[in-house]
Every structure is written in C-alpha cells, then in structure tokens.
Nanobody, 114 residues
Framework: QVQLVESGGGLVQPGGSLRLSCAASGIIFGNYAMGWYRQAPGKQRELVATITRGGLTNYADSVRGRFTVSRDNAKNTVVLQMNSLKPEDTAVYYC????????WGQGTQVTVSS
C-alpha cells in the first residue's frame, strides 16, 4: 500500500517560513519523481515544485526563489522549504509521487496570515 504522509503545515505570518516534509512508503522511492502541489479554495490544484529521480528541480514561477524542494532517497522523504511566505501561498499542500497520474498524500494546510 502506497502512503505519502505530509507534515509541517500550519499558520505563519507573511514573510515567515515553513518546512513541509513528506514520508513515502510502499513505493521504490528512488524510481519516482517527487513533487509538491497546492490547492487554494475555489481554485484548481497547481504544481508548486518537482524534483526528478536525479535531483533536477522545477518550480512554479510564483514560488521560484522563495521555495526549495529536496529529497533524501535514503530516508524516502521529500522536503519543501518555504521562505518569504505570502498570503497567496495559503492552500492545502499535497505531496506527490509520479506527477499528475501518480500517488498523492492527504494534504497539509498552510495558512499565511497576520
């Protein structure tokens, strides 16, 4: 059974930082591109950042320079470090394995508000 379990969400003030983690099980982690997506109320789910098996990264324009995605293949984890957070970053953040047709976590809420 595939499980992607996110942690690290919460409430943060604008300009603050959060670190999201995703622990994967039930897959051969090193075989999958991993990523983070988000969905805000009333909006479609969108890509935030992805990292390939080889460590190549890709970011949405809206987060490039503020967010950093990384992976640890030995620990089967992927991390999203989010800095300089803005209110428009508020959303449920989902961990993903295998892009849009792959596996999804349950999501973790990130709220950026003063």
């Amino acid at each position: 059974q595939v499980q992607l379990v996110e942690s690290g969400g919460g409430l943060v003030q604008p300009g603050g930082s959060l670190r999201l983690s995703c622990a994967a099980s039930g897959i051969i982690f090193g075989n999958y591109a991993m990523g983070w997506y988000r969905q805000a109320p009333g909006k479609q789910r969108e890509l935030v950042a992805t990292i390939t098996r080889g460590g190549l990264t890709n970011y949405a324009d809206s987060v490039r320079g503020r967010f950093t995605v990384s992976r640890d293949n030995a620990k089967n984890t992927v991390v999203l470090q989010m800095n300089s957070l803005k209110p428009e970053d508020t959303a449920v953040y989902y961990c993903n394995a295998g892009y849009w047709v792959g596996y999804w976590g349950q999501g973790t809420q990130v709220t950026v508000s003063s």
